[in-house]
Every structure is written in structure tokens, then in C-alpha cells.
């Protein structure tokens, strides 16, 4: 299958794939899309970032009637980030009906205003475990008209704990339904789980793409006391505008991101402790340039949506070779040039042997001597995030912002980068030289005729 034109989609999904800019089905899309339109239960194997979204989402919105105003698709998502991602994706595919409605359900935020959004109804949900369970309990949430339900990132769930919560929400759906299952990884209780709640499903793999040759892969050997200075001197050498360093835990990631600060670089932490507020806050600010370096666990780091990232750190080994092929598997994407560095101290040297077993091939050690030596040049970042006390629940759009700073504020269109919009805030990048003028001239200034609160992020 070379296009989605073969694919007997409606023409409405058709026009809207063609106006996203659908070109050619990917890899996952190919193997997944037949038998899931064709109603059939599948089982996908399927890395973050290729393309299981539309995977999913395709067939879900083509199934769906909209003039039954009931939830008829429950994707449920290991976290709010991936589940907002999958969400916003969905809306996106969903213009080809009319009148669709998708509901985000996650934890993080008060669930009042859920409950008032799913009083007025939904075609679609997608949540967190935790929380869906939450509004199943309280019987404001019902999913007895439930035809497709999406595990997206399943072993990722299961390994945060959600399993007995997913197995009750998957007994509260119709038996006759479509169960559509996604995993990076194929752990035992992924089988365990759809052999009891799938029918005869489609068995896709695609296989994570080995270390290709858009990523160069290096290891070096540091005793633990060496690993902020080896991180810094790797920071330095290769001056990422992104880059992504995994830790085990979240004290580490703490730890690391302080040390790092303290030596002039531009870092933050992302882990499973952070309010939601930090973490919509250091997830945008990485996302558009204002923070460069991103420490992270391997559970806070999945489903993130990073375009590009030149370099992966892993400040010690993953604790198996599918983890690490997932991790660095998040840089050299869309045909770019990736590096990924991986520190190992001599009492963890087993863990790359059962990398090397894994793959049949020895890795490359660099030079830790030279590393060490290297001169530390913190990367400056090439933005600045303003923090605006206004959302979409105050009926501030992107333009209004974006008109308020080009206008009144009289800055560069080419100085304005990305605008998030939450709920009751907005955020937005400014070039790091004009970022002094707009968060004054917005302090002075009004935004769709009012004045609103803004501050640096």
C-alpha cells in the first residue's frame, strides 16, 4: 500500500488527510490501517513517533456516527502529556465528520469542570487511567456504547502501576467492541492482557529501527562522581539546541538538572512528582527552545512530542536493551543526523553486555579522558517563555496574542515563536533579544481589549 487512497476511506477522510498533509502511510500505518478498518482487534508493536496515532485514529473517527451524541471511543493514555498529544491529533483527523466532539479526562486538574464537559456529552475520550476510573466510579461516565477502545503505549501503563485500574475500565466496556492495543515493548502481562480481552487479533510489528545511520552512538566509561562533569563537557561539545538526558530516578533528575543550572546551563527536570502546572510549564518551554536540556525518567519522557532533538544522554545504562533502543530511538528521526551518548560506570558494565548480546555486535567506547578535558561552554537558549494569566476558558485565541505583540508591542512577527494555549494560561517563546521589550510592552499593554497578567515563565 503506497498511498491512503487504497484504503476505501470515505471521501470526506480523504480530502482531510490530504489537507493535513498525509502523504504516504508509514510503516505502522501500512500493516495496522486494513485490518483495522475492516474491524478487526490488533495488536501493534509500535515505537513512539511512527505514525500509530493516525494508526488509531483513522479508523476510530470513520466508525463513529455523530449524531449519536454518546461516547463511542475510549483511547485511554499512560499520561496527560501523550494524552492531550493523542487528543489534539484526533480533533485533527475528526474534521472529516461533522460536529465530533473528543474529551480529554487526566488527572493533575480539578475534575468539576470534567464533569460539567461530560454532562453536555462526547463522541470521543481519551484519558489517563487514574482518572477515567475516577468518573467511572462516580457514574458520570458511562461506556456501554463504547465501539473502539485504544490502549495506546500499553506496557508503558503497566509499568506505572495502571494495570488493575485498565483491566476494571476494560470490564465496564461492551464485549462486542473493537480493541485496538499498542505497545513499544511485548511483556508478558502485554499477552496476558490480550488474550483475555481481544479477539483473534492482528499480530503488527514493526521493529524499532536499529541504530540507524542517522545516529552515531558512543559510550563512555566515568566513575559516578564524573557524571554531572562528563554530561556538561557532552553538552558543550555537541551545543544542542534540544537535547534529552534520561536518570532512573527522580531524585537523580533533580540532582543532575540543579547541577547543571549551577554550571550556566539551561536545564529543568520532568518526572511523575511534578504538579501539573510544572510540568505544561517546563514541557513547553523545552518544546520551544527556552529550556535546552531536558533531564528525565524514562516513564515522564514517553509520548513526548519533540520534533527535533540532536542529542540523547543516558547518564547510565537503561536496565534493557529495549529501553535504551527506545530511548535513543528519540533522536536522528525524519532523516536528520542524531547522537546519542550513553555513560557507564564499571559496576554497570553488565548491562551493557546484554545490550551487545541483544544487538550481536560490541559498541563503540569513546575517550573519557579527552571528554573530561573538554572546555564547558553553556548553550545559550534561543528563547524566552512569556507566561500570560489568560486562556482558552478566557476566549484567548493564538491570534490575539500573536496580534498583541506584533502590534501594540510593535515586535518582529520572525522574534514570536510557539503559542500553547491551556485552560486559563498561555504561553509563549520570544526571541531571547526582543523578550525584555515584549514582557514590558504586555505589562503596559491589553490583550483583546483587557489587561491580563503576564511574567516569565
Given at each position: 500500500?503506497?498511498?491512503?487512497?487504497?484504503?476505501?476511506?470515505?471521501?470526506?477522510?480523504?480530502?482531510?488527510?490530504?489537507?493535513?498533509?498525509f502523504e504516504q502511510p508509514t510503516g505502522i500505518q501500512v500493516k495496522a490501517l486494513p485490518p483495522a478498518l475492516a474491524g478487526k482487534d490488533v495488536i501493534a508493536m509500535a515505537q513512539t513517533g511512527s505514525g500509530k496515532t493516525a494508526?488509531?485514529?483513522?479508523?476510530?473517527?470513520?466508525?463513529?456516527?455523530?449524531?449519536?451524541?454518546?461516547?463511542?471511543?475510549?483511547?485511554?493514555?499512560?499520561?496527560?502529556?501523550?494524552?492531550?498529544?493523542?487528543?489534539?491529533?484526533?480533533?485533527?483527523?475528526?474534521?472529516?465528520?461533522?460536529?465530533?466532539?473528543?474529551?480529554?479526562?487526566?488527572?493533575?486538574?480539578?475534575?468539576?469542570?470534567?464533569?460539567?464537559?461530560?454532562?453536555?456529552?462526547?463522541?470521543?475520550?481519551?484519558?489517563?487511567?487514574?482518572?477515567?476510573?475516577?468518573?467511572?466510579?462516580?457514574?458520570?461516565?458511562?461506556?456501554?456504547?463504547?465501539?473502539?477502545?485504544?490502549?495506546?503505549?500499553?506496557?508503558?501503563?503497566?509499568?506505572?502501576?495502571?494495570?488493575?485500574?485498565?483491566?476494571?475500565?476494560?470490564?465496564?466496556?461492551?464485549?462486542?467492541?473493537?480493541?485496538?492495543?499498542?505497545?513499544?515493548?511485548?511483556?508478558?502481562?502485554?499477552?496476558?492482557?490480550?488474550?483475555?480481552?481481544?479477539?483473534?487479533?492482528?499480530?503488527?510489528?514493526?521493529?524499532?529501527?536499529?541504530?540507524?545511520?542517522?545516529?552515531?552512538?558512543?559510550?563512555?566509561?566515568?566513575?559516578?562522581?564524573?557524571?554531572?562533569?562528563?554530561?556538561?563537557?557532552?553538552?558543550?561539545e555537541y551545543q544542542p539546541v534540544s537535547s534529552l538526558v534520561f536518570c532512573t530516578t527522580k531524585r537523580d533528575c533533580d540532582e543532575l538538572a540543579q547541577a547543571l543550572e549551577a554550571l550556566g546551563f539551561a536545564a529543568m527536570s520532568?518526572?511523575?512528582?511534578?504538579?501539573?502546572?510544572?510540568?505544561?510549564?517546563?514541557?513547553?518551554?523545552?518544546?520551544?527552545?527556552?529550556?535546552?536540556?531536558?533531564?528525565?525518567?524514562?516513564?515522564?519522557?514517553?509520548?513526548?512530542?519533540?520534533?527535533?532533538?540532536?542529542?540523547?544522554?543516558?547518564?547510565?545504562?537503561?536496565?534493557?536493551?529495549?529501553?535504551?533502543?527506545?530511548?535513543?530511538?528519540?533522536?536522528?528521526?525524519?532523516?536528520?543526523?542524531?547522537?546519542?551518548?550513553?555513560?557507564?560506570?564499571?559496576?554497570?558494565?553488565?548491562?551493557?553486555?546484554?545490550?551487545?548480546?541483544?544487538?550481536?555486535?560490541?559498541?563503540?567506547?569513546?575517550?573519557?579522558?579527552?571528554?573530561?578535558?573538554?572546555?564547558?561552554?553553556?548553550?545559550?537558549?534561543?528563547?524566552?517563555?512569556?507566561?500570560?494569566?489568560?486562556?482558552?476558558?478566557?476566549?484567548?485565541?493564538?491570534?490575539?496574542?500573536?496580534?498583541?505583540?506584533?502590534?501594540?508591542?510593535?515586535?518582529?512577527?520572525?522574534?514570536?515563536?510557539?503559542?500553547?494555549?491551556?485552560?486559563?494560561?498561555?504561553?509563549?517563546?520570544?526571541?531571547?533579544?526582543?523578550?525584555?521589550?515584549?514582557?514590558?510592552?504586555?505589562?503596559?499593554?491589553?490583550?483583546?481589549?483587557?489587561?491580563?497578567?503576564?511574567?516569565?515563565?
Open positions: 500500500m503506497s498511498s491512503f487512497k487504497e484504503l476505501g476511506l470515505s471521501q470526506a477522510m480523504q480530502a482531510n488527510l490530504q489537507r493535513l498533509g494508526a488509531f485514529g483513522i479508523p476510530l473517527v470513520e466508525r463513529l456516527k455523530p449524531k449519536q451524541f454518546a461516547v463511542q471511543a475510549l483511547v485511554l493514555c499512560p499520561t496527560r502529556e501523550l494524552a492531550d498529544q493523542v487528543a489534539k491529533a484526533l480533533r485533527e483527523l475528526a474534521r472529516a465528520q461533522d460536529n465530533v466532539k473528543v474529551l480529554t479526562l487526566c488527572g493533575g486538574v480539578p475534575i468539576g469542570p470534567q464533569i460539567g464537559s461530560l454532562s453536555h456529552g462526547a463522541h470521543i475520550v481519551v484519558g489517563t487511567p487514574g482518572r477515567v476510573d475516577d468518573h467511572l466510579r462516580k457514574g458520570t461516565l458511562t461506556l456501554d456504547r463504547v465501539n473502539t477502545l485504544v490502549l495506546d503505549e500499553a506496557d508503558r501503563m503497566l509499568d506505572m502501576g495502571f494495570e488493575e485500574v485498565v483491566l476494571s475500565i476494560l470490564e465496564q466496556t461492551p464485549k462486542a467492541r473493537q480493541t485496538l492495543l499498542f505497545s513499544a515493548t511485548w511483556p508478558e502481562p502485554i499477552r496476558a492482557m490480550s488474550e483475555r480481552f481481544q479477539v483473534e487479533p492482528v499480530d503488527v510489528r514493526i521493529e524499532a529501527e536499529e541504530a540507524t545511520s542517522s545516529i552515531s552512538e558512543v559510550f563512555y566509561e566515568i566513575s559516578p562522581d564524573q557524571k554531572v562533569r562528563a554530561v556538561a563537557a557532552l553538552l558543550s520532568l518526572h511523575g512528582d511534578l504538579e501539573q502546572k510544572d510540568r505544561d510549564s517546563t514541557l513547553v518551554k523545552f518544546a520551544n527552545q527556552s529550556c535546552t536540556v531536558m533531564v528525565a525518567t524514562d516513564v515522564a519522557a514517553r509520548g513526548l512530542d519533540i520534533k527535533a532533538l540532536p542529542l540523547v544522554i543516558n547518564a547510565e545504562p537503561a536496565r534493557d536493551p529495549e529501553v535504551h533502543t527506545h530511548r535513543i530511538g528519540r533522536t536522528g528521526r525524519a532523516g536528520e543526523q542524531g547522537h546519542a551518548i550513553t555513560l557507564c560506570a564499571p559496576s554497570q558494565g553488565h548491562k551493557v553486555s546484554r545490550l551487545e548480546a541483544a544487538r550481536g555486535e560490541s559498541v563503540v567506547w569513546g575517550d573519557s579522558e579527552s571528554l573530561l578535558a573538554q572546555t564547558l561552554r553553556p548553550v545559550r537558549p534561543a528563547m524566552k517563555t512569556l507566561c500570560l494569566a489568560g486562556g482558552r476558558k478566557d476566549k484567548v485565541r493564538p491570534g490575539d496574542v500573536l496580534g498583541a505583540l506584533t502590534g501594540d508591542a510593535g515586535i518582529p512577527g520572525t522574534a514570536v515563536g510557539k503559542i500553547d494555549l491551556f485552560d486559563f494560561q498561555c504561553f509563549v517563546a520570544v526571541d531571547e533579544a526582543w523578550a525584555d521589550k515584549a514582557l514590558a510592552r504586555l505589562e503596559k499593554g491589553k490583550v483583546k481589549g483587557r489587561k491580563i497578567r503576564v511574567r516569565y515563565a
